[in-house]
Structure formats: structure tokens, C-alpha cells
């Protein structure tokens, strides 16, 4: 997370859209993913004392802290270091049938879709090498398409998104674009 600017970057998009426009916005997505008659419950943000504002993003499956399981499976699955996944906002879709987790990761200008894999360690690279392999196995991607240069982070997010659904948790991935973002000064 860094600074937010004032008018300008996903970071602040989104912000603005959940603090003042959330029953517009949950209605948009809840539509979106064909769950009209489901409610919403956003998780709130984590705290970072060591931030300019003491805000932070949630990093891996930190919200699902309290399954260590879980937390141990992912360890195996995906590097901890310093380039785990950052979302831009996480919810719980409530239905009659249950609970089904939301990672939103939200873009407003073209300069933040590509990116590249910049894992340094060996260890690191090969687990998230391995991660994609399984992750383009399960969605009949061919082995060949290479998921760590151009649009690593979206590939991570796939990658976050198999591994949740293969431990049985409900989850869905919404990428939200903003338009008419007028870019840093």
C-alpha cells in the first residue's frame, strides 16, 4: 500500500466507492456475480503501524488467519516474503447456502496491469513456478504460456484463487477497472 493520491490511482477508486457509494458498488457486484439476493460483509483493513497512515492491505490469506491449516498449506503452496499478494479489498458474499469469499484487486490506469515476477531467492521462484503449474493444469491452460513475465500479478492471482478452491473454500476473483483515472501529477 502506498501513498494514496487525491483523485487519482485504484487505491483511491475503490476506497471512494466503498466508503461512499458501497450499496451502489455491492449491488453492481453482487449482480455481476449473478448473487442479487446476497448480502456483502467487507472485511475491514488490517493495521500497519509501520505505514505513513497505519493502514495496510490484506497480504496471502491473512483473513483466514484462524485456520492454521490452512495457513500451513498455503506456506507450502506460495512464498511469505516480501512479495506475497496484496488485495485491494476482501468480502464474504452471505447466501441461504453459505459463505463465499471475494478478492477484488482493482486497477484504474493501464500502467498497473503488466507486471513480472521479482522473487529472488531459488526456493521462492521455484514454489510459485510450481503453483502456476498446478493452477494451469486445473484451468486447462497449456504448461507453455508463461504466467512470471507481463501479467505476473494477475497469474498470482489465479494461483491464489485454485489453491482456495482446492481446500473446498467458495471463492471468487473481481478485477475492477476504473476509467477516466487522471494519473498522478
Given amino acids: 500500500m502506498g501513498k494514496i493520491g487525491y483523485g487519482y490511482g485504484s487505491e483511491w477508486h475503490l476506497l471512494r466507492w466503498m466508503g461512499r457509494h458501497r450499496t451502489e458498488l455491492d449491488q453492481r457486484i453482487l449482480h455481476t456475480l449473478g448473487r442479487a439476493g446476497a448480502k456483502l460483509e ?18 496471502g490469506l491473512d483473513f483466514l488467519n484462524h485456520d492454521r491449516a490452512l495457513q500451513r498449506a498455503w506456506a507450502e503452496f506460495w512464498p511469505n516474503g516480501s512479495g506475497i499478494h496484496n488485495w485491494d479489498a476482501v468480502a464474504w458474499i452471505k447466501t441461504e447456502q453459505g459463505r463465499e469469499l471475494l478478492l477484488v484487486e482493482a486497477k484504474a490506469h493501464v500502467g498497473e496491469i503488466g507486471s513480472h515476477c521479482a522473487a529472488r531467492s531459488k526456493d521462492g521462484r521455484e514454489k510459485i513456478e510450481q503453483a502456476f503449474r498446478l493452477s494451469k493444469h486445473a ?15 494477475f497469474a498470482n492471482r ?22 477516466g483515472d487522471r494519473r498522478s501529477p
Fill in 139 to 153: 484451468i486447462e491452460v497449456a504448461e507453455t504460456q508463461d504466467w512470471i513475465n507481463g501479467y505476473y500479478q
Fill in 158 to 179: 489465479l494461483a491464489a484463487l485454485y489453491f482456495l478452491h482446492r481446500h473446498r473454500i467458495p471463492a471468487h476473483l473481481l478485477l475492477i477497472y476504473f476509467t
Fill in 42 to 59: 467487507w472485511e475491514d483493513f488490517p493495521f500497519a503501524a509501520e505505514s505513513n497512515n497505519q493502514d495496510a492491505e490484506w497480504k
